[in-house]
């Protein structure tokens, strides 16, 4: 079976522009997270997919933002991007159901110059 | 903020000896999560304990919760180098599936 798979490995952007990360769950999972693990604040919850609905976010501003698609594979957008972006962004994927582990990818490193 | 705390931050022990890490959180749960993380790469999940459980083995991992306190331990038995990651907490959000997880112990496992 494969695990959750995110592209692209490394993105290396420049402040004000814009970064879009992909993540396809394990088949038969409907739900889709992405959180960011940046230097110094811990891993943090971002946005919560589920049946291309999204069903929860975290603390962050709007120009965070993503969407899931009809084959429950996931884009995470960021917009004009600032330095304090660089982290690792991983996607996680599960069941809706809950009590239900959760599968991550290896992660997208971005980084902003 | 509902992120938990661990403890110790860091952890060095010598191959065979065991290794416990602890989790604060702050927040009545459903469940609580243990994962791994190897330098750099994704989670792995290690163990999920329901709030009406007290104690659950998997292999060489053994957690407790003790939800009164809102503390969890992690005890790793007979630690292999292969061992050496960062380990992180994990409780649900109130209604929802998404993680907040703990600071974490970097566990360094000496051949």
């Known amino acids: 079976e494969a695990g959750v798979t995110q592209s692209p490995t490394h993105l290396i952007k420049t402040r004000g522009q814009q970064a879009t990360l992909r993540c396809s769950p394990i088949s038969g999972h409907t739900s889709v997270y992405w959180y960011q693990q940046a230097l110094g604040l811990g891993l943090q919850f971002l946005l919560w997919?589920?049946?291309?609905?999204?069903?929860n976010r975290g603390n962050f501003p709007p120009r965070f933002s993503g969407r899931q698609f009809p084959n429950y594979s996931s884009e995470l957008n960021v917009n004009a991007l600032e330095l304090e972006d660089s982290a690792l962004y991983l996607c996680?994927?599960?069941?809706?159901?809950?009590?239900?582990?959760?599968?991550f990818g290896d992660g997208t490193r971005l980084s902003i110059l | 903020s509902q992120q938990g705390e661990e403890d110790p931050q860091a952890l060095s022990i010598q191959e065979g000896e065991n290794a416990t890490m602890n989790c604060s959180y702050k927040t009545s749960i459903n469940n609580l999560q243990w994962y791994r993380q190897n330098s750099g790469r994704g989670l792995v999940h290690l163990i999920l304990i329901r709030s009406n459980e007290r104690e659950k083995h998997s292999g060489r991992l053994r957690v407790t919760l003790d939800t009164s306190k809102k503390s969890s331990s992690l005890l790793i038995t007979a630690s292999r180098a292969a061992d050496t990651a960062s380990y992180f907490c994990a409780t649900d959000d109130t209604g929802a599936n998404n993680l907040f997880f703990g600071t974490g112990t970097r566990l360094t496992v000496i051949p």
């Open positions: 997919y589920d049946e291309g609905e999204e069903r």
């Open positions: 996680a994927s599960s069941l809706l159901q809950g009590n239900q582990p959760q599968h």
